[in-house]
């Protein structure tokens, strides 16, 4: 239970260069104020080595042997000085943050909006797949470890190497050979750098992977309480969730390690080296091949890169980090669209509803390949095969009601999602009116097709905002939701307490599952549509309700096309045709009398009144 | 939630009432935020060994790495002209020393990151761990007003906000402070009129400090809520995906997630920019009061009251002082941002349980499902009675149809029994004992309810039937899946039981989810069985073989089945007709059949609708 694999994604380790270069049509108008900010932080910096400098010569100049031959001139030029840096760093520091921190925060806003409006546009076969979990953690964490990075990581990272680079030019040009053994440091540097990097990199796509599943995890618990409840489970999901929140910890131990290992020698290595520098500058001193100013400025500017140096290891942490979230991010968004509009979409104004399945065949995006699933079919019954339908055809004539029937697991449910084009067909086609579905957009196709599922979606929204939630613009006024309520026999909604106002859904009142059914249902009709699908959507509600609701459904839905799953004979009951699916195909149409008379699956899977002996017969007899 | 709407008194808890306000007013501000400090002592508290040991290492890192270059100025000052004389022994103690320091620097550090990330890590599990557990705890009637996806947040993005603390360093203000402390004494030490100057300059740092903190504890709650709206609003959308294509919400949703993601942006900035105000002021203040020690150490000097040495050192030490100033910034802001996400969780912990495990539980080892119902009462919340007064006793081993339209008080009086809420008045006993007396393990080892909703959790078949009886072997749980007609389906599955529901191949239908969880309840084999609606998908043959099952699991159980089709009341020893939270029929269905009542009428309608 509740344990989500951190595997499922392959994880792709682009070179970090490409990965940046994705970063730009995101980052393009914030460059300019980024530049900028770098600037300041520059500035800042400058003024910070500046003040000591003027404090030096003061104390050299003015403030020398003080008591004779006070300047006092002098010393308030030096004050007004310092004054004035001190004044000018504290405008960059305020400077580098307003350049650098809002053109960040846009980027990670239109990076966030963009991962959703890309979830949205992806099939379900996409969300059948992604864990929730992992989908959040992408457009929370890892968008504002990227912010961070933007705002703090890479800033710093330039301004420390820029820092660096000076610095160690200097060395090289004051101390001459000297510079070159501290540069020589760099040589370790490197190499450790690159190995820290590539281990660095898989353990923080892990930790973040995890945390991904742990969300997951986290999610599931909520959305399962009742069964978790019902059984007396919770310290068993609780355990799960302790080891896996555990093996997180441990990740982030081990990035610890890594992390520490890195620090010891970034640290030490520098100090090494300028400590052998010590010894020989020492000894140069003694020959004679080296002033003693000379080591003095070297060591001082030794002094002043010093800390940047050991920055550079948390920013090579932070941007490696950084990078994983990048991966991270944009494995969903180059997550291709199978479910795609077509480039030159055709338009059905009145259609007149016809929908036609023409040798259909559908296997899901992951289904196994077919002979592994043969080889463990040894039994004679609807197994689930690699292919859910195989040469579907089928025609539903414009305002007919068709029922479909088959055992559960059929792909009854399957074949009814076809047609708004929840999912796309592998083989064949289904047609709205002679054309493809596949030619039309989908927001066309779904103005005029309709669905109502079995288990009943509602949002955290009023009564009314979930029942027009598909009906046309032109329609959202109060006598197409009251039509709507009233066929779907829900009018117990006048009941709550703010009547057709009142939030439900998950912020909201909870209802029951057949009142849940009911508004699912009146949304589906409230968004008039010319071909309707119903997934068993009458299975929660009680005989009465049901009868009611079938008796309005066949005045209302005179016209309109609809095909209604149905596993009960008094669903059939609104149908004027019925097509029993069975072993991927459609085995029989006709009216119910005369399937009753003559089909024997259809017998097996409607009537509740076979004798048990035929039951069994029949259980055998499909095989 | 459930006090909602009454005054606020500070003595009691206030749970997640106060969640979606920024705008506390002041006592009840200070409430939740003492409660979040108390939440943040008790999580570190069993970590202050470890704690105390990184303030040791990064003093001791610190102190290693500032006498690198003391050592620098002595090897030139007296190491060159000891070398210049032929002395090289000065010059070898010296770069020994250096070197020494170089790894103890490194080390140190090295050490502390390792520490203190078990320290952060450590503290993170404990409160995770806290969250899962108490929204396990909490009832039902919370969770169907607080959503999921608050719940995610407040595991998610509140923790990532105490992580930031933790790894930003509290040991790293424990250090700072230590160094101010030394650099501030050293200073008084050396020139008291210096001193005075820096303790002038801490009234405005102080000021600064207050203004940013009154400023920032409500944009930080801010953050919190508008994080968490954005979370609940992703997580719904992704819940809802068919739904929300099916009916082309796309762009409505995308407009709306737009500008939820823009509130949120819009308070990040504002939070930067107090920050932007916050970071630059405390540096100018710091040089500020430089220039000063400067203008008037320089004016002594000049007028021979004081040594230039004096002077430089004094101006050293007040520049040093406010070095760690940026990075003690820093860690406030952090600190700032932590606390108002842990006002958030400590509210969700302290929230009470209005289903709450008994406190000196009854054993009952062995139930038989006796049930009795004795002048029970019952409303949802504060809303009105949906069981006016219900007696009702059911000897072991009856199977107990409940019949009755939608809203009729059915599924209410199966969640009682299930215990997923408590009655408002009077008791259920389970063989004479108060459900509220039972423990959670007897209590749910007795009865076992089967709702509507299948929920597959990600994980095997055969991990989802477990859950029934997590110490099940295998052959018990294929026998399970056998008695409700599932053991065919699961088998013809890619990898069979141990196919994972949520990955290749693993789709199972709404009839299929529903047998699995039906063979949950078979594994779990409580004295209590309750059904709530829970063959609602099934096809017809599947029903009939459920039905078969249950024949012979009822045989000599209590068993409570809802359900609208009436064919389940065949294997029926009694029908209870409910209306309006009261029984209106009581019988045998034969009995009931032949009278005329509601449910001869109803039974004639659906064995009209059978072919």
């Not at chain 1, 003040?51 to 001139?73: K, M, W």
């Not at chain 2, 078979?522 to 998908?537: G, H, K, Q, R, W």
């Not at chain 2, 096809?539 to 159980?557: A, C, F, N, W």
Request: net charge neutral; glycine share 8%.
């Amino acid at each position: 239970m509740s344990t989500a694999s951190a595997q499922r994604q392959p994880t792709s380790d682009t070179p970090t260069i490409a990965t940046l270069a994705r970063l730009l049509p995101f980052v393009r108008p914030a460059l300019p104020r980024m530049g900028a900010g770098m600037l300041a932080a520059l500035g800042a910096g400058l003024c910070a080595l500046a003040i000591p400098q003027v404090l030096e010569s003061l104390v050299n100049g003015p403030l020398a042997g003080a008591a004779e031959s006070g300047d006092a001139r002098g010393l308030w030029t030096a004050v007004g000085a310092v004054l004035g840096l001190g004044l000018l760093e504290a405008l960059f520091v305020f400077a580098r943050r307003r350049f650098i921190l809002t053109p960040t925060t846009h980027v990670e806003a239109q990076m966030r909006t963009s991962l959703f409006r890309h979830l949205q546009d992806l099939p379900l076969a996409f969300h059948d797949q992604w864990p929730g979990g992992q989908l959040l953690s992408r457009s929370m964490s890892d968008l504002s470890m990227l912010r961070r990075w933007m705002a703090f990581g890479i800033v710093m990272l330039v301004v420390n190497l820029v820092t660096v680079s000076v610095g160690v030019g200097l060395m090289v040009a004051t101390a001459g050979p000297l510079g070159w053994v501290y540069l020589a440091g760099a040589i370790p540097m490197s190499f450790l750098s690159f190995r820290f990097s590539r281990r660095f990199r898989r353990i923080s796509r892990q930790s973040q992977d995890q945390a991904g599943d742990l969300a997951t995890t986290v999610e599931e618990s909520v959305h399962g309480i009742r069964v978790l409840k019902a059984y007396g489970r919770g310290p068993e999901a609780y355990r799960s969730f302790s080891a896996q929140a555990d093996q997180l910890r441990r990740t982030e131990m081990n990035k610890a390690r890594q992390m520490s290992a890195f620090t010891f020698s970034i640290i030490t290595i520098p100090e090494l080296v300028l400590g052998a520098c010590v010894l020989w500058g020492i000894w140069l001193v003694t020959q004679g091949d080296l002033t003693v100013g000379a080591i003095v400025a070297f060591f001082a500017t030794a002094a002043v890169i010093n800390g940047p140096v050991e920055q550079l290891g948390h920013l090579l942490s932070m941007s490696l980090n950084a990078k994983t979230a990048v991966d991270r991010y944009f494995e969903v968004l180059d997550s291709p669209n199978l479910v795609a509009d077509p480039e030159e979409p055709v338009e059905i104004a009145e259609p007149r509803g016809e929908v036609r399945f023409e040798g259909v065949r559908f296997h899901y995006p992951d289904a196994p390949p077919a002979d592994l699933v043969r080889a463990h079919s040894q039994v004679p019954h609807e197994a689930p095969r690699a292919e859910v339908l195989c040469g579907v055809d089928l025609t539903v004539r414009p305002g007919e009601t068709l029922a479909l029937v088959g055992l559960t697991g059929s792909g009854k449910t399957t074949m009814a999602a076809l047609v708004p084009r929840l999912f796309d067909v592998t083989a064949g086609a289904v047609l709205l009116d002679g054309v493809d579905v596949r030619r039309m957009t989908r927001h066309h196709l779904r103005t005029h097709v309709a669905i109502a599922f079995e288990d009943a979606t509602l949002f955290s929204a009023s009564v009314r905002e979930n029942v027009l939630l598909g009906a046309p613009p032109d329609a959202s006024g109060d006598d197409d939701l009251e039509r709507a309520l009233e066929i779907a026999q829900a009018g117990f909604v006048h009941n709550l307490p703010d009547g057709v106002e009142t939030t439900i859904g998950e912020e909201g009142l909870s209802l029951s599952g057949g009142q849940r059914q009911r508004l699912a249902l009146a949304r589906a009709i409230a968004a008039r549509p010319r071909v309707l699908v119903l997934d068993d959507p009458l299975s929660a509600l009680d005989v009465e309700t049901e009868e009611a609701v079938t008796a309005r459904l066949r005045e209302e839905l005179a016209d309109t096309t609809v095909i209604v799953v149905a596993h009960r004979p008094s669903t059939v009951a609104l149908a004027d045709r019925v097509a029993v699916l069975q072993d991927g195909k459609v085995t029989g149409v006709g009216t119910h009398s005369e399937l009753l008379a003559d089909h024997l699956h259809y017998r097996f899977v409607i009537s509740s009144l076979i004798e048990d002996e035929e039951f069994d017969r029949a259980r055998g007899v499909r095989a | 939630m459930s006090t909602r709407g009454t005054a606020p008194a500070l003595d009691r808890p206030r749970g997640v009432e106060d969640e979606e306000r920024i705008d506390l007013d002041r006592e009840t501000s200070r409430a939740v935020r003492r409660r979040s400090r108390v939440l943040l002592v008790d999580l570190l508290r069993p970590q202050r060994v470890a704690f105390w040991w990184c303030v040791v290492l990064v003093v001791v890192a610190q102190a290693s790495r500032v006498a690198g270059p003391a050592i620098i100025a002595t090897a030139i000052d007296t190491g060159i002209p000891a070398a210049q004389a032929g002395d090289w022994t000065r010059v070898w103690l010296i770069g020994g020393a250096y070197l020494a320091a170089a790894v103890l620097a490194g080390a140190g550090s090295a050490a502390y990151i390792r520490l203190a990330a078990r320290v952060s890590q450590a503290v993170l599990l404990d409160l995770r761990q806290r969250v899962f557990a108490k929204t396990q705890r909490l009832s039902l009637e919370f969770h169907e007003s607080y959503t999921s996806g608050r719940i995610i947040a407040r595991q998610t993005s509140d923790l990532e906000a105490l992580r930031e603390l933790l790894d930003n360093g509290i040991t790293s203000l424990a250090s700072g402070m230590l160094f101010m402390l030394f650099t501030g004494t050293s200073l008084f030490l050396l020139d008291v009129q210096a001193g005075a100057v820096l303790a002038v300059a801490v009234v405005p740092v102080f000021l600064v400090v207050r203004w940013f903190a009154t400023r920032s504890r409500v944009l930080y709650r801010e953050s919190r809520v508008a994080s968490a709206r954005l979370i609940v609003n992703f997580v719904e959308t992704m819940t809802g995906m068919r739904a929300v294509q099916a009916f082309r919400r796309e762009r409505a949703n995308d407009e709306r997630y737009a500008g939820l993601a823009e509130d949120y942006r819009r308070n990040n900035m504002r939070t930067f920019n107090l920050n932007g105000v916050f970071d630059p002021a405390l540096q100018l203040i710091g040089n500020l009061t430089v220039v000063i020690a400067l203008a008037i150490g320089g004016y002594r000097v000049l007028h021979g009251d004081l040594e230039v040495g004096v002077l430089v050192a004094t101006l050293l030490y007040t520049k040093r002082f406010f070095q760690p100033v940026q990075q003690m910034a820093m860690f406030y802001n952090s600190f700032q941002s932590a606390s108002a996400a842990l006002e958030k969780i400590s509210g969700l912990l302290e929230e009470r349980l209005t289903v709450r495990p008994a406190e000196d539980p009854v054993p009952l080892p062995d139930p038989k499902g006796d049930l009795v119902f004795e002048g029970v009462t019952f409303g949802y919340g504060s809303g009105p009675l949906v069981l006016p007064r219900f007696d009702l006793h059911v000897p072991s081993g009856q199977t107990v149809a409940l019949v009755g339209a939608t809203g009729a008080g059915k599924s209410t009086l199966a969640k009682l029994i299930a215990r997923f809420y408590d009655v408002s008045t009077g008791a259920i006993r389970l063989d004479g004992v108060d459900l509220r007396d039972l423990s959670r393990t007897d209590l749910r080892r007795a009865v076992v309810m089967v709702t509507q909703e299948a929920y597959l959790f990600s994980g095997t078949v055969r991990d989802n039937i477990a859950l029934g009886r997590p110490d099940a072997t295998d052959e018990e749980i294929e026998r399970a899946a056998q008695a409700v007609g599932a053991h065919d389906f699961i088998v013809a599955m890619p990898d069979g039981y141990d196919t994972d529901v949520n990955k290749r191949g693993g789709r199972v239908s709404a009839g299929q989810r529903q047998l699995i969880s039906f063979a949950r309840a078979f594994l779990a084999d409580p004295a209590v069985l309750i059904l709530d609606e829970a063959t609602s998908s099934l096809d017809i043959p599947g029903e009939r073989l459920v039905q078969r099952g249950l024949e012979s699991l009822l045989h000599d159980r209590t068993a409570m089945i809802i359900a609208h089709r009436l064919s389940t009341v065949a294997i029926a020893d009694r029908v209870l007709v409910m209306a309006d939270g009261r029984i209106v029929e009581d019988g045998t269905p034969e009995d009931l059949i032949s009278g005329d009542g509601r449910f001869s009428a109803l039974h004639a309608a659906w064995r009209d609708s059978l072919v």
